[in-house]
Nanobody, 126 residues
Framework: QVQLAESGGGLVQAGGSLRLSCAAV????????MGWFRHVEGKEREFVAG???????TRYADSLKGRATISRDNKGTMWLQMNSLKPDDTAVYFC????????????????????WGQGTQVTVSS
């Protein structure tokens, strides 16, 4: 069983930076790919970034490519560093993990993740 908890959200001005954290509790966390998604009311939850179980492979949504860095350690924490934030980045950000795949596969589809945190609000003011 894996439990996930996000932190680090908040209010930031456009052009600023935030670092989101995801603390995972579970003995099998180290074998799971993980990712970040975001949700805006009235829209689909969208993929932001993902990382393989060993950190060797990462994937990013085009909207954040070049502005975000995903990372993780082997002790149960994942981070998302976001720079040059824009008002369009305003959303609830969720961390997710998947036990469904092996090797270095990093899914981008919401349906391929089977563990989710509660989300943390990020608001970027103009």
């Amino acid at each position: 069983q894996v439990q996930l908890a996000e932190s680090g959200g908040g209010l930031v001005q456009a052009g600023g930076s935030l670092r989101l954290s995801c603390a995972a509790v579970g003995t099998t966390f180290s074998t799971y790919a993980m990712g970040w998604f975001r949700h805006v009311e009235g829209k689909e939850r969208e993929f932001v970034a993902g990382i393989s179980w060993d950190g060797g492979r990462t994937r990013y949504a085009d909207s954040l490519k070049g502005r975000a860095t995903i990372s993780r350690d082997n002790k149960g924490t994942m981070w998302l560093q976001m720079n040059s934030l824009k008002p369009d980045d305003t959303a609830v950000y969720f961390c997710a993990a998947t036990s469904l795949y092996r090797n270095n596969y990093v899914p981008t589809e919401r349906s391929r993740y089977n563990y989710w945190g509660q989300g943390t609000q990020v608001t970027v003011s103009s």
